[in-house]
């Protein structure tokens, strides 16, 4: 995979992205870097960003440390914390945090992958459509959601249809952009599948399009990842017959 990714689609603020040279900066450096980007929000890889000790602690330390800031950030927002409805919010919140919508970054949770001989010698498209996609938009930490679409022809061996649904929610589960995890999807699956006649659509509602911003209640975003047979015009005419899309 290559270390750097140029994407070309509209993300779910409405702005083209484009290639970012990804490097990081601290202090005034970082603040001027972000004024720069502006609303653009390019990705710079197609790997999620994530620190070299990001599994130094355990999921358990984690919740802890998140539950405490995540106090902070409801006091200085000026909640009273000793309210009944509140009292378990900040533990709730970490908890839901790193085992529940974020659990994707860790690669311990990644789904054993089964797949078995193309016995039946099927040689044409496998489509399984209308995936149920949740995400959070690693921008503004609000829900992505949408549906996933996945195609591909048997190179020799074919995977038990849950497991896409599992490589989806897996890549889905963690601060994102829709470019990202559509490439994510389709590189994971080509691995496991051993081919590159690989298709990925989502289709998704940005949550920080529809509820900040310009509060756009009705658009969604689309991104497709095609490689090996899929690059053929009609090959892939096929698939988004398939998908109705």
């Known amino acids: 995979m290559k270390d750097q990714i140029t994407f070309k689609s509209v993300n779910g603020n409405g702005a083209v992205n484009g290639r970012h040279n990804g490097k990081h ?3 005034q450096d970082a603040l001027t870097n972000w004024e720069e980007m ?3 929000h390019a990705g710079s890889s197609a790997e999620t960003p994530l620190r070299k000790d990001a599994f130094m602690l355990s999921d358990d330390e984690k919740v802890n440390i998140i539950e405490e800031k995540f106090r902070e950030i409801l006091e200085t927002l000026g909640m009273d914390l000793t309210d009944d409805s509140l009292q378990g919010t900040p533990r709730r919140v970490a908890k839901m945090y790193v085992k529940e919508i974020f659990y994707g970054l860790n690669p311990a949770n990644m789904p054993k992958i089964s797949v078995f001989d193309n016995k039946f010698k099927y040689d044409e ?5 209308e995936i149920q996609v949740q995400s959070f938009c690693e921008h503004h930490f609000l829900p992505i959601v949408g549906r996933a679409h996945v195609g591909y022809i048997s190179n020799g061996v074919v995977i038990g249809l849950s497991k896409i649904n599992r490589i989806v929610d897996y890549f889905a589960r963690r601060p994102q952009v829709q470019e990202r995890l559509t490439v994510q999807i ?3 699956l080509k691995k496991a599948l051993q081919t590159e006649d690989i298709a990925v659509v989502i289709d998704a509602k940005h949550m920080c399009v529809s509820c900040r911003g310009i509060q756009d209640d009705h658009s969604t975003t689309v991104t497709a990842e095609y490689s090996g047979k899929f690059i053929d015009r009609a090959t892939r005419e096929e ?3 398939y998908i109705r899309l």
Request: glycine share 12%; proline share 0%; hydrophobic share 40%.
């Open 25 to 27: 900066h601290n202090g």
């Open 186 to 188: 389709a590189s994971e």
């Open 38 to 40: 502006g609303e653009l």
């Open 125 to 129: 498209m496998l489509v399984e459509k």
């Open 239 to 241: 698939f988004l017959r």
